[in-house]
């Protein structure tokens, strides 16, 4: 499982889409468990659906608590399938509404 980070600048984070299959992110950015204990605009959903491959990814709580606050945070997301950081638009929650909206 890859860690969390607050830091913005740090050395690990991911660089966006890719086009070919990778690994994992060593580091994902998260707000600051400050700012997720101010509470959520969303409900706390910690399972998404890729649309291309119709695969169900799980992420840990403090990735998930981030997208409730702040829908927007993220402009990709990684398919445990296919093992690509592919953009939002890409894949929607369990209810069926788009990721990050």
């Not at 998260?30 to 399972?47: H, T, W």
Request: proline share 6%; aromatic share 10%.
């Amino acid at each position: 499982m890859s860690e969390i980070t607050t830091d913005s600048y740090d050395p690990r984070l991911g660089s966006g889409i890719d086009d070919e299959p990778v690994s994992q992110n060593e580091v994902y950015l998260v707000l600051s468990d400050e700012e997720r204990a101010k509470g959520f605009i969303r409900p706390i959903r910690y399972s998404y659906i890729h649309k291309d491959c119709g695969s169900l990814t799980t992420m840990p709580q403090a990735i998930a608590e981030t997208y409730a606050i702040a829908p927007g945070f993220y402009g990709s997301t990684y398919c445990a399938t296919c093992r690509k950081h592919r953009p939002l638009s890409e894949f929607h929650w369990e209810d069926g509404q788009t990721v990050g909206s």
